[in-house]
């Protein structure tokens, strides 16, 4: 039983907490626990979109849906389960299916979000950016950084399916959201002579370090747009040949500075020895994986996604992270490292042994 000092204590106390609520503040002593945990406590969940499932979902809104002003793009946003609805893959990277029917244009604009496409399908497209037209061919990589003009345009009567991702909740985030509609008379850009300038400027460059960055970091974007398919085999095969590890990783990096591609993203190429399985990773920060080829399933915290061609899954920040592949797969990756690295707080851990399975996803 409370004595009368106890007591009155107890109403001073609540009368204080009224009272700062009443001004908008919040007493830190009350919620310390939540906001300075010993490690990332992320909403977004592990979660895997299958092609089989987005593949018609697409088809269809390509018959329904038409690429006009108002719509700018027809994409279907990956909507993490975890994020309460917001269309966001995990909580800093927005990830996507897009889609372009035949002799579509999808009108120019710009924005500060900074994107990539990574191409899944398809042939005879482009992505126009800043006026060098990138030609897009399955595998290969196209930049389409902060405020720069870009537009898709179809030349061919099939239809083009690429990954989308952006650092839009990033960018949300630092309220820093601007949007431009392309000034001019047409939908797009005019289409240049020549496609492809910046790769024949760039022609014999180093575009790619075995692993990731660790040492360079740079506010300036590649000005090499596209990244072919061909060129980022071939040094999967070269590094292949060199190790005998269960995995072999390559990131784009931006000829100029070493850096990587975007100053806010980082691009990758995992690829899965077939029959082998990776040691389990943490990471700070999130991750967006695109299966380009093959098939195998990922371990994350516990939990695991069965994939092959065409799936997307995210694993969000300090998920331990691990892969097997049935046949020899290449994952394109995609993470929000640079910005962790800009700011000091990057920080990796590999796990000593296999995760046990709990559960297995199954998808909707």
């Known amino acids: 039983m409370m004595n009368t000092d106890d007591l009155d204590t107890e109403h001073r106390l609540d009368s204080l907490y009224k009272d700062l609520a009443a001004a908008d503040l919040r007493p830190l002593w009350t919620i310390t626990e939540q906001l300075l945990t010993p490690t990332p406590k992320p909403k977004a969940v592990p979660w895997l979109w299958s092609a089989r499932t987005m593949k018609p979902l697409a088809r269809r809104a390509i018959d329904l849906v038409p690429v006009e002003r108002g719509g700018e793009r027809r994409v279907l946003s990956l909507q993490n389960p975890g994020l309460g609805g917001r269309p966001y893959a995990v909580g800093t990277l927005w990830g996507a299916l897009q889609c372009l029917g035949p002799r579509e244009v999808a009108p120019a604009h710009r924005h500060t979000p900074g994107a990539v496409r990574f191409v899944l399908e398809g042939e005879g497209v482009w992505t126009t950016v800043n006026g060098d037209a990138c030609d897009m061919r399955p595998g290969d990589l196209v930049l ?92 999967l095969d070269r590094l292949g040949a060199q190790s005998d590890e269960p995995l072999v990783e390559v990131e784009y990096v931006s000829p100029d500075t070493g850096a990587s591609v975007l100053p806010t993203l980082a691009c990758a190429v995992h690829r899965v020895r077939a029959g082998r399985r990776s040691k389990p990773v943490r990471r700070a920060g999130n991750t967006v994986y695109v299966v380009f080829r093959g098939s195998g399933s990922s371990v994350i915290d516990g939990q695991r996604f069965d994939w092959g061609p065409g799936d997307m899954f995210v694993a969000p920040s300090w998920s331990a992270v691990e892969h097997a592949a049935q046949e020899r797969a290449d994952l394109f990756v995609l993470s929000d490292e640079p910005v962790l690295r800009a700011l000091g707080i990057a920080r990796t851990e590999v796990l000593d042994a296999p995760q046990p399975v709990t559960r297995v996803f199954d998808p909707r």
């Open 144 to 235: 389409t950084p902060s405020m720069n003009w870009h537009d898709h345009t179809s030349s061919v009567d099939g239809e083009m399916f690429w990954f989308d991702g952006l650092d839009l909740p990033m960018i949300e985030a630092l309220d820093g959201v601007f949007f431009e509609e392309y000034p001019g008379p047409g939908q797009a850009q005019p289409e240049p002579a020549e496609h492809n300038t910046s790769e024949r400027a760039h022609a014999g460059a180093s575009r790619y370090t075995p692993g990731s960055v660790r040492d360079h970091l740079s506010p300036r974007h590649s000005s090499l747009l596209n990244y072919r398919w061909a060129d980022t085999e071939k040094e």
